[in-house]
């Protein structure tokens, strides 16, 4: 394998994620950040963001030399030793106004590096951008020796270094036949299959999946309020669903809403690139609209269950993360239920295993406490919003002996009913007639 000298500029989920397994590939890695002091964490081995297995292959990169870690761009892309021949963008792009991806990190690198990089260069776009980005990097560079190649990042949190490792596909588009295999070859290790195509269509690819998983998942939440009306039971539906094989078993589980940082960025991000296009994708804003309904479904259910009212009840959260096996709270389900609660006048308390304490500004309003019991304690009802696997085996017996109302709410169909049910608990899952 040829070893190229990669700049990886962003170091959060996807860019720390490349980077150190691009490193683990054999390649030479230097990672760059804006923020200083999130650099000088990892610079100790510190890493900020909960994702097994990335801590051990950042000290291995570094340990090996191949992996370290820069303040800013261009930094990154002035490597001393030879020059840098990939440069990855792995920056944040948030949902901007009217929902449309807001591309000013894009921008603020190619702005900082743009003169710096050297001929022959390849700039990688792995930000989920929208269609035409790779034609306006190359504008904005304004240089005809760096090539622009689109290679959307597909990994999950929580398992993003598996994900990386074992992709289902990789995807490189680039009006650059040779910068775009160049860019599959750092890859060909993986084993995965790798489908070279025009940038568009590789920028359309990552939205296309991220909507029709969303897609889905609206569809599978809508279902569980049917099933629930007419007693059939959604958890039997959706096991028959998913032996046809053209539909599968993953993403049919039900719960409080999908969220997380991608699928609510990029379902509003492609609804306003088919309106720019003058097309009308009712799918996708059908999708939106159900998220809304099932978010104000599962109050209704937690304030039938409290007797009709949640003015000044106590309501124990059990998860605030978006999913589980990650500290990830951006944009979670479980949080915007917690709004919806406490606009009815709830007091909240929630326990997530990542998060033993408040973050300012994200669990405003939830007393965050570190200890299930603390979360039951005096509460006329716990909810179950994130599906932590440790949740199906608390002690409920000992919940039940602090809690106000022997009531339970899983949003995620994650306990098992009869254990609840003998610890004298009231137990209701979604859509399980
Ligand atoms: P993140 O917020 O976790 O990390 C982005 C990092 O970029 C931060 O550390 C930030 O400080 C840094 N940054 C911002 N501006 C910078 C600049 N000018 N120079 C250097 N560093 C800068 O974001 P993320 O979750 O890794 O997502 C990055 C992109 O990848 C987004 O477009 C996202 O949609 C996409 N993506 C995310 C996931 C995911 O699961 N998180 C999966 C696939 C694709």
Same mark, same amino acid.
């Given at each position: 394998?040829?070893?190229?000298?990669?700049?990886?500029?962003?170091?959060?989920?996807?860019?720390?994620?490349?980077?150190?397994?691009?490193?683990?590939?054999?390649?030479?890695?230097?990672?760059?950040?804006?923020?200083?002091?999130?650099?000088?964490?990892?610079?100790?081995?510190?890493?900020?963001?909960?994702?097994?297995?990335?801590?051990?292959?950042?000290?291995?990169?570094?340990?090996?030399? &191949?992996?370290?870690?820069?303040?800013?761009? +261009?930094?990154?892309?002035?490597?001393?030793?030879?020059?840098?021949?990939?440069?990855?963008?792995?920056?944040?792009?948030?949902?901007?106004?009217?929902?449309?991806?807001?591309?000013? +990190?894009?921008?603020?690198?190619?702005?900082?590096?743009?003169?710096?990089?050297?001929?022959?260069?390849?700039?990688?776009?792995?930000?989920?951008?929208?269609?035409?980005?790779?034609?306006?990097?190359?504008?904005?560079?304004?240089?005809?020796?760096? +090539?622009?190649?689109?290679?959307?990042?597909?990994?999950?949190?929580?398992?993003?270094?598996?994900?990386?490792?074992?992709?289902?596909?990789?995807?490189?588009?680039?009006?650059?036949?040779?910068?775009?295999?160049?860019?599959?070859?750092?890859?060909?290790?993986?084993?995965?299959?790798?489908?070279?195509?025009?940038?568009?269509?590789?920028?359309?690819?990552?939205?296309?999946?991220?909507?029709?998983?969303?897609?889905?998942?609206?569809?599978?939440?809508?279902?569980?309020?049917?099933?629930?009306?007419?007693?059939?039971?959604?958890?039997?539906?959706?096991?028959?669903?998913?032996?046809?094989?053209?539909?599968?078993?993953?993403?049919?589980?039900?719960?409080?809403?999908?969220?997380?940082?991608?699928?609510?960025?990029?379902?509003?991000?492609?609804?306003?690139? +088919?309106?720019?296009?003058?097309?009308?994708?009712?799918?996708?804003?059908?999708?939106?609209?159900?998220?809304?309904?099932?978010?104000?479904?599962?109050?209704?259910?937690?304030?039938?269950?409290?007797?009709?009212?949640?003015?000044?009840?106590?309501?124990?959260? =059990?998860? =605030?993360?978006?999913?589980?096996?990650?500290?990830?709270? &951006?944009?979670?389900?479980?949080?915007?239920?917690?709004?919806?609660?406490?606009?009815?006048?709830?007091?909240?308390?929630?326990?997530?295993?990542?998060?033993?304490?408040?973050?300012?500004?994200?669990?405003?309003?939830?007393?965050?406490?570190?200890?299930?019991?603390?979360?039951?304690?005096?509460?006329?009802?716990?909810?179950?919003?994130?599906?932590?696997?440790?949740?199906?085996?608390?002690?409920?017996?000992?919940?039940?002996?602090?809690?106000?109302?022997?009531?339970?709410?899983?949003?995620?169909?994650?306990?098992?009913?009869?254990?609840?049910?003998?610890?004298?608990?009231?137990?209701?899952?979604?859509?399980?007639?």
């Amino acid at each position: 394998m040829f070893a190229r000298r990669i700049a990886v500029i962003g170091t959060g989920y996807v860019g720390l994620t490349t980077g150190a397994c691009l490193a683990s590939l054999g390649h030479h890695v230097v990672c760059a950040d804006i923020d200083a002091a999130k650099v000088a964490r990892l610079r100790q081995g510190e890493i900020d963001i909960l994702e097994p297995g990335l801590p051990e292959l950042v000290a291995e990169g570094t340990a090996a030399g &191949r992996l370290s870690f820069v303040v800013g761009a +261009a930094a990154a892309v002035q490597q001393a030793e030879r020059p840098v021949e990939i440069v990855f963008l792995c920056v944040p792009t948030p949902m901007g106004e009217g929902g449309a991806a807001d591309l000013r +990190a894009v921008q603020a690198v190619i702005d900082e590096v743009g003169a710096l990089l050297p001929a022959g260069c390849v700039v990688v776009n792995k930000s989920t951008v929208p269609v035409g980005t790779a034609a306006v990097t190359a504008e904005m560079l304004g240089r005809d020796d760096v +090539a622009v190649v689109s290679n959307p990042e597909f990994l999950r949190e929580g398992t993003a270094v598996h994900d990386f490792l074992h992709p289902d596909r990789i995807v490189v588009g680039s009006s650059s036949q040779g910068a775009a295999e160049r860019v599959a070859a750092l890859y060909a290790r993986l084993g995965a299959p790798t489908q070279l195509t025009d940038a568009a269509s590789a920028e359309m690819v990552k939205y296309a999946a991220n909507c029709f998983l969303a897609m889905k998942l609206s569809y599978v939440n809508a279902l569980a309020g049917l099933c629930e009306q007419l007693g059939a039971d959604v958890l039997e539906v959706t096991e028959g669903m998913g032996y046809d094989r053209r539909i599968g078993q993953t993403f049919l589980s039900p719960g409080p809403g999908w969220g997380g940082s991608c699928f609510p960025k990029d379902t509003h991000a492609l609804l306003q690139i +088919a309106e720019s296009a003058g097309v009308d994708f009712e799918l996708v804003a059908a999708s939106l609209r159900q998220n809304t309904t099932t978010r104000a479904l599962v109050v209704d259910k937690v304030r039938a269950a409290v007797g009709g009212s949640l003015a000044g009840r106590r309501i124990g959260l =059990l998860g =605030l993360t978006f999913k589980a096996g990650t500290d990830d709270l &951006r944009d979670s389900p479980a949080l915007a239920v917690a709004a919806l609660l406490r606009a009815e006048g709830a007091e909240l308390v929630g326990f997530d295993p990542a998060h033993s304490r408040a973050v300012p500004g994200v669990t405003d309003g939830i007393d965050v406490v570190d200890d299930p019991i603390d979360a039951a304690k005096d509460a006329a009802a716990l909810v179950v919003l994130t599906e932590w696997p440790q949740f199906r085996t608390l002690d409920w017996t000992a919940l039940g002996g602090v809690i106000e109302n022997r009531v339970v709410v899983d949003t995620r169909n994650l306990l098992d009913g009869d254990i609840l049910r003998r610890a004298g608990f009231t137990w209701m899952g979604l859509g399980r007639g």
